[in-house]
């Protein structure tokens, strides 16, 4: 299992690659939620979302390791996050994308270097060929969450936060495939017990919910939630028995829930979030998550949204 000494060697390997994100504070976000609230802005990250911390942390031991080149199977910030550290690090990345992928997102890989393969519709028929790719030619396959690098590089979120908010009480984390929530549950619980972790779900979506529910990894069918980055249908093998050691809780949004949020944040902070960081605002907004009283850590994990789609993302 992943501990904080891998967290913190990540760190040291993804230092300059990465920016530190700042914390922002909103008073008309904290009155308006009746709480003190401290967001976590990893929409202004490398890349436009958290995912660069674990990509380049497996990336770049991949490449020590001898890779030829990554491969990765994710048209969203994920396969962003890999063609970007791929190129930097100066080997080829292939993203293997659906066939009916968005153009935006598209364009945005290929502008950082990476080659797009078209396959498919389906997490199912994308994997299987990246992996093939990878094994036929002496590449590595980078998974999005269930991997023990990404897990430790994403956790360096949960490092910066105890340094920049050593008073924290409460972290409120959105929650896909649980890479970024078990990295961060790994650093804070192991270096501050005390500090509560809240995870975040749509309701269109909600199976690392069920899985907590039950005690095992339970699947959902596809979700159609606009949080697209958290349309996951099971939590992972790595990441689930984390989420089962250390969650004190997981709550679940409604899609008018994740539409006003991202209409608070936009119109009010002026910040530019995609829907999937929106949940998390949205569990304050709504009272779920936090008390008045707690100092709470919100964590905006990424503003890649198309523009021409922000309409369908905020209340009719
Ligand atoms: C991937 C992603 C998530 C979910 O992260 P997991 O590690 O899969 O739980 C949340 N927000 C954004 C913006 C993402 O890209």
């Given at each position: 299992m992943v501990n904080l000494q891998d967290i913190k060697k990540a760190r040291k390997e993804i230092n300059g690659l990465i920016h530190e994100t700042p914390i922002l504070v909103s008073e008309l976000l904290n009155e308006q939620a009746d709480r003190q609230i401290y967001l976590k802005s990893?929409?202004?990250?490398?890349?436009?979302?958290?995912?660069?911390?674990?990509?380049?942390?497996?990336?770049?031991?991949?490449?020590?390791?001898?890779?030829?080149?990554?491969?990765?199977?994710?048209?969203g910030n994920h396969g962003q996050a890999v063609a970007y550290i791929a190129g930097k690090l100066g080997i080829p990345a292939i993203i293997v994308v659906?066939?009916?992928?968005?153009?935006?997102?598209?364009?945005?890989?290929?502008?950082?270097?990476?080659?797009?393969?078209?396959?498919?519709?389906t997490s199912a028929d994308r994997i299987p060929r990246a992996k093939?790719?990878?094994?036929?030619?002496?590449?590595?396959?980078?998974p999005p969450y269930d991997h023990p690098d990404i897990i430790a590089g994403q956790g360096t979120v949960g490092l910066e936060i105890l340094e920049q908010l050593p008073d924290i009480d409460v972290i409120v984390v959105p929650v896909g495939g649980g890479g970024l929530i078990s990295g961060i549950l790994t650093a804070v619980k192991t270096i501050k017990p005390q500090v509560k972790i809240i995870g975040v779900e749509p309701e269109a979506g909600n199976d690392t919910f069920l899985s907590l529910e039950s005690g095992k990894i339970t699947a959902v069918a596809g979700s159609s939630s606009i949080a697209d980055g958290l349309r996951t249908s099971q939590p992972g093998d790595l990441t689930f028995p984390i989420l089962k050691q250390y969650i004190d809780g997981i709550v679940l949004v409604t899609e008018e829930e994740i539409k006003y949020a991202m209409q608070f944040v936009i119109e009010r902070t002026k910040q530019l979030i995609e829907p999937s960081a929106a949940v998390a605002v949205a569990a304050v907004l709504s009272g779920k998550a936090g008390e008045g009283n707690q100092k709470i850590g919100v964590v905006l994990s990424g503003g890649n949204i198309?523009?021409?789609?922000?309409q369908n993302c905020l209340p009719s």
């Open positions: 990893e929409h202004l990250q490398k890349t436009g979302s958290f995912k660069i911390r674990g990509a380049a942390n497996a990336v770049i031991k991949a490449e020590r390791e001898g890779a030829r080149f990554v491969t990765a199977a994710s048209s659906p066939e009916d992928a968005n153009r935006v997102k598209v364009a945005a890989i290929e502008a950082y270097g990476g080659r797009i393969e078209y396959c498919g519709f093939q790719l990878a094994k036929d030619n002496s590449g590595v396959y980078i198309d523009l021409l789609e922000l």
